[in-house]
């Protein structure tokens, strides 16, 4: 079962969150999930079950 652990607003900070995941070893999904209201689309990070725990140790880690 995959965990949504973070909704992600470009695609550059996607790509920054799933770098940072794929280098401690954390798999990652990305699901685009719609547009804000702003026009901006929006995107889930999503990682097993098992590894949400090391994925908000590395999302607290990135500073935005």
Request: one cysteine or more; hydrophobic letters at 45%; a negative charge.
């Amino acid at each position: 079962m995959w965990t949504v652990v973070h909704v992600a607003q470009s695609k550059i900070e996607v790509e920054r969150i799933q770098k940072a995941l794929d280098d401690q070893g954390v798999l990652v999904k990305v699901k685009q999930i719609g547009k804000s209201k702003n026009g901006q689309v929006l995107f889930e990070i999503l990682v097993p079950n098992s590894e949400v725990d090391d994925a908000c140790v590395v999302l607290t880690s990135i500073t935005y």
